[in-house]
């Protein structure tokens, strides 16, 4: 089951699943970032209550999550864009459908969105410890890529 994120508990799971992506991330100070439980769930809420969230769920167990929010254009303000920010699912779920049901989910929320003309439109991010999922194909292109020198 995939939902959208509104309550405490649903917190709760957006905390503990950002905490996991961070320790499967590249970045080096991601392992300490996901020990602040109060940081993580500040932006837990502030999620909820200006972005979107969708947790998926097996047998009741938080499996997977997608967290985007909506932005201005850096370069053109005018233009609203909706940025995926998180995109997780736990390992022992990686080779189901959930990653991609939570994909369609922002997907089709965006799609929404553009038809409502509140977004010009919408962003994912492949990081380099993940998978290729065939962007191209989905009618994405490829913009940049980001590289990042740490001390």
């Known amino acids: 089951m995939i939902k959208q994120a509104h309550t405490l508990m649903d917190a709760r799971h957006i905390i503990t699943l950002m905490g996991k992506f961070l320790n499967e991330t590249s970045y080096d100070k991601a392992a300490e970032a996901s020990k602040d439980i109060e940081h993580l769930g500040k932006l837990a809420f502030t999620f909820i209550q200006n972005g979107y969230v969708w947790l998926a769920f097996k047998e009741e167990e938080p499996v997977g999550i997608l967290v985007a929010i909506k932005e201005p254009n850096l370069w053109a303000p005018k233009n609203i864009q909706l940025r995926e920010l998180v995109w997780y699912v736990v390992p022992s779920h990686r080779k189901t459908s959930i990653g991609g049901r939570l994909f369609a ?47």
């Open 105 to 151: 989910k922002y997907c089709e929320t965006a799609e929404l969105l553009i038809e409502k003309a509140e977004i010009d439109g919408y962003f994912t991010t492949r990081m380099s410890t993940t998978d290729p999922v065939g962007l191209e194909r989905r009618g994405f292109k490829l913009k940049e890529s980001t590289y990042l020198k740490e001390k």
